[in-house]
């Protein structure tokens, strides 16, 4: 009982994001005669949830999150790699050897019959199966909506970042002379 409790705290740490992760590599810095500026490129969300859909971590990727993609790509592989050697175990392999009428030994690798598998198999085998299969399953699609999402708040960030020099009111407070003073300003 407590592998499956490890396993999923496991999980759960390793998809908190730490303050390294704060600052992604998906700006460019430009510069100008007077100041270096930031051009964030863009992120198409739907790309990033295809990619994620392909191959586990490969939109979080994209969107530049790199420990975040293999977190997910390790976390559905551990799932699902569980959950096949849990069933191998139903149906191992064994190998023999047969000897033809000439005398010559041929090695073959077969499966025992399903009766035989079947008492080694039980319902705890089953159930656990089941449950490392679906979580797999649940990782996967949050991978997916998590890669989509990764690039939508990448690209709020873009336009919020760039909003300042739009048009638009601005409300200021400075000092004039000994006085406080509140200004207005419209941009066009």
């Known amino acids: 009982m407590k592998q499956p409790l490890l396993f999923l705290w496991l999980l759960l740490v390793g998809f908190w994001g730490s303050p390294a ?20 490129i863009p992120k198409d969300p739907l790309l990033a949830g295809y990619l994620s859909a392909t191959t586990p971590g490969l939109g979080q990727l994209y969107c530049g999150r790199f420990w975040r993609g293999a977190a997910f790509l390790g976390a559905e592989g551990l799932c ?40 080694k198999f039980t319902d705890r085998d089953r159930a656990n199966i ?7 399953a649940a990782l996967h699609v949050w991978n997916v ?35 406080p003073s509140l200004s207005l300003t419209k941009r066009f």
């Open 80 to 119: 699902f790699g569980i959950a096949a050697g849990i069933s191998k175990k139903a149906n191992p392999e064994f190998t023999y050897t047969v000897i033809d009428s000439a005398g010559n030994r041929h090695e073959l690798i077969g499966r025992e019959s399903n009766t035989t598998a079947e008492d």
């Open 145 to 179: 909506l998590d890669a989509y999402h990764l690039a939508k708040k990448h690209n709020q960030k873009m336009f919020l970042q760039g909003k300042a020099d739009d048009t638009g009111f601005k409300l200021g407070l400075g000092m004039k002379g000994a006085a």
């Open 130 to 136: 089941a449950i490392f299969t679906i979580a797999g």
């Open 21 to 40: 992760q704060a600052a992604t590599p998906d700006t460019v810095k430009v510069l100008g005669k007077a100041k270096a500026t930031q051009i964030i």
